[in-house]
């Protein structure tokens, strides 16, 4: 039996993990794309951060002959999605609509790193920019553009109905040039501003948020209402933070009267992906992460 060749790999990177895989992560083949691996012999297999594809080297014939058909390009649809319960809310870029998905494409892949990954997507990390309808627009809704989208025929019936995280397009057209080329898509984690929601008689303590690597600043904490009527005091990070599922963000509360810089809590609780809700801030509607602090 000849040796099997790394055909290709793909890895998934996400900030909000970092330094760890991304969590609840899975790169499966579409039904049709899975037909076409076996009938070329290749065997996909997971990896750390996504998927890697070989091939023995006597199909790299077959391969070619494939790839030179130009009624049927050789690629590969790879479907992204996430079990994880964080990942939604902790991920920056994804698709606005349910009718809208994120496509990677090989045929637009960047100039390799160090390292000899390829990035999928424009810029340092994946956007929404990279969203491309998933079904067919009503004929007469777009005068004088195509009413075919990028992905028509290519995902299931069942993946438009709960369309994946992403997509990505694999193409091979020269095999041989193709072998060990390394894609790889990296995800940004949302930003938010915390909002520490302390209990209101501290007021009289002058309480202030305060960071000890000197980073983050926060707004006075102020008088805010909860929805059930009860009072409390809301200090608001002035700028925002990027989600991590493991923050290293070291804030303390300190009392700045009667007794100066008295430390009320040492290591105050840091943000969850679970608890976010919208904000207007300075006119702009904004992501905030609530955090309440108990005696």
Not at 171 to 186: D, H, K, M, S, Y
Request: hydrophobic share 45%; glycine share 6%.
């Amino acid at each position: 039996m000849d040796a099997y060749l790394l055909l290709f790999e793909v890895a998934v990177r996400h900030a909000f993990y970092a330094p760890e895989p991304c969590a609840g992560l899975r790169l499966s083949p579409t039904p049709a794309s899975a037909a076409k691996l076996r009938r070329v012999g290749a065997v996909l297999r997971p990896t750390t951060e996504g998927v890697a594809v070989y091939v023995e080297g006597q199909r790299l014939p077959t391969l070619q002959a494939l790839a030179n058909d130009t009624n049927e390009p050789l690629e590969f649809y790879l479907l992204g999605r996430n079990s994880d319960p964080d990942f939604a809310s902790a991920t920056a870029g994804l698709a606005e609509s349910r009718d809208q998905v994120l496509l990677f494409d090989s045929a637009r892949a960047q100039d390799p790193d160090a390292a000899g990954w390829r990035l999928l997507h424009p810029g340092a990390h994946a956007s929404a920019e990279s969203a491309v309808p998933i079904h067919r627009p009503p004929l007469g809704d777009t005068p004088g553009t195509t009413t075919t989208p990028p992905l028509a025929g290519a995902l299931p019936a069942a993946d438009r109905r709960v369309p994946p995280a992403f997509v990505l397009r694999i193409r091979i057209e020269t095999p041989v040039a193709t072998l060990g080329q390394r894609w790889c898509v990296a995800l940004q984690a949302r930003a938010t501003h915390w909002k520490y929601l302390l209990p209101a008689d501290w007021a009289v303590q002058a309480p202030q948020v305060v960071d000890i690597d000197q980073r983050v600043g926060f707004e006075p904490p102020r008088p805010e209402p909860l929805d059930d009527g009860r009072s409390t005091l809301a200090a608001r990070s002035r700028s925002a933070i990027a989600m991590q599922r493991r923050p290293l963000q070291r804030f303390q509360l300190l009392a700045q009267q009667p007794a100066a810089d008295k430390v009320l809590v040492k290591r105050l609780p840091v943000a969850s992906a679970g608890q976010l809700h919208m904000e207007t801030i300075d006119g702009v509607r904004t992501l905030v992460s609530e955090i309440f602090v108990n005696r």
